[in-house]
């Protein structure tokens, strides 16, 4: 995608690396976490829980404002990306932060953020 203006650009590179930078975090902190009980078994457990969907949360809103930059053009050249889904996870911890389960945040985390990883990183260096 080409850009019609630097602002445009910088905004979209810098909304990426701060996406690269919570998907870092979010493996970090969620690298002893075995199984979704971990999560209820301490306190600790349980801020890195509400933690990591906090930094999910910022993700799926991240790409809603890449999104709407790019007037949905961008995130076509990774089409294996269900985008929508990013979004959707976003929305849906924001807006109904009581029924989160932490088994979806753990296989969120164990499954999409690879993924995702590299696409972030590939529009990172195409920008």
């Known amino acids: 995608m080409e850009f019609t203006s630097l602002s445009k650009r910088d905004r979209v590179l810098g909304i990426f690396q701060q996406i690269e930078n919570a998907i870092g975090q979010l493996k970090d902190w969620n690298a002893n976490i075995e199984t979704a009980e971990d999560y209820y078994l301490s306190p600790d457990g349980m801020q890195k829980l509400a933690a990591s969907c906090m930094l999910i949360e910022a993700i799926g809103e991240?790409?809603?404002?890449?999104d709407g930059i790019t007037e949905g053009e961008l995130l076509k050249e990774r089409s294996e990306i269900p985008w929508?889904?990013?979004i959707g996870i976003r929305n849906h911890i924001a807006h109904g932060y009581f029924d989160i389960d932490g088994e979806v945040v753990l296989l969120t985390i164990r499954q999409d953020l690879d993924p995702l990883l590299e696409a972030v990183k590939y529009?990172?260096?195409s920008i």
Do not use: K, L, S, Y
């Open 123 to 125: 529009f990172i260096n």
């Open 84 to 86: 929508e889904d990013v």
């Open 62 to 66: 991240g790409i809603h404002q890449i």
